[in-house]
């Protein structure tokens, strides 16, 4: 069993407000499950998320990575005086997908006092690889 990462208790609920009003929203992605340490949220298949030649867009894969990464590195936070921006992200597009809905897993590969580096990993709806992605993140103090 993995050891309890949060300062926060995040809940899929507790996620999905923080979305509203952002392109997570306008993207339609769905947090839906908080483990120990990992998060987990969906994202349709569709004319948003395309690209020209009908297939998901790498840049919707990486929206996704981006907003599952600095979401957990939020919740490995006190809110009341820091914060997160991110830094550096990556991805490599393993498969390709034409419908349908993805989910993408996020998981520390380090959490420090001053940077947070999270792994991706986005699965179509038979559970195969279609990206890995990993984001680095700054931690901020906020001005008291």
């Known amino acids: ?54 297939l998901l867009h790498g840049g919707a894969s990486v929206v996704l990575a981006e907003s599952l990464g600095s979401s957990a590195s939020q919740c490995c936070l006190d809110l009341k005086s820091q914060r997160c921006v991110g830094l ?27 940077t947070h580096v999270w792994e991706t990993r986005i699965r179509d709806a038979e559970d195969r690889l279609v990206a890995v992605s990993r984001l680095t993140v700054a931690v901020l103090d906020l001005e008291q």
């Open 1 to 54: 069993m993995s050891e309890r990462i949060w300062k926060t208790s995040p809940s899929p609920e507790f996620l999905n407000q923080w979305s509203v009003g952002t392109m997570l929203e306008h993207l339609d992605i769905r947090f839906v499950e908080v483990g120990d340490d990992f998060l987990k949220a969906t994202m349709p298949v569709d004319n948003r998320t395309r690209q020209p030649f009908g």
């Open 88 to 114: 550096e992200i990556n991805a490599n597009h393993i498969r390709s997908v034409k419908d349908g809905v993805v989910t993408g897993t996020v998981r520390p590969l380090h959490i420090g006092r001053k």
